[in-house]
């Protein structure tokens, strides 16, 4: 059984940073590639930011590129999202997520995914 557990979330003021992290257990994390997601109210969620498997490539979406940072130690089997210069539109439900299969470089099937972590930002 797969287990991803997020936690780092909070209430911030815009500007401030938060890292978020996704503890997993269940199987060999290292060899999976792993991401975040987030869901505003009333929105879709929307990829965040993704990561290889070794940690070598990484991947974001425009709207967070050059504020965030997603990597991993996979000694901790543990993924983080360190989040700085945050605003407002940042506010969500951030969740992290897991590979189907081994050893990509992205993420091919994001199939096991955490309960979730809030994130609101004030202005």
């Known amino acids: 059984q797969v287990q991803l557990v997020e936690s780092g979330g909070g209430l911030v003021q815009a500007g401030d940073s938060l890292r978020l992290s996704c503890a997993a257990s269940?199987?060999?994390?290292?060899?999976?590639?792993m991401g975040w997601f987030r869901q505003a109210p009333g929105k879709e969620r929307e990829f965040v930011a993704a990561?290889?498997?070794?940690?070598?490539?990484?991947y974001y979406a425009d709207s967070v590129k050059g504020r965030f940072t997603i990597s991993r130690d996979n000694a901790k089997n543990t993924l983080y999202l360190q989040m700085n210069s945050l605003k407002p539109e940042d506010t969500a439900v951030y969740y992290c997520?897991?590979?189907?299969?081994?050893?990509?470089?992205?993420?091919?099937?994001?199939?096991?995914w955490g309960q979730g972590t809030q994130v609101t930002v004030s202005s």
């Open positions: 269940g199987r060999t994390f290292s060899s999976y590639a």
């Open positions: 997520a897991a590979d189907r299969f081994p050893r990509n470089t992205f993420p091919r099937e994001y199939y096991y």
């Open positions: 990561i290889s498997w070794n940690g070598g490539n990484t």
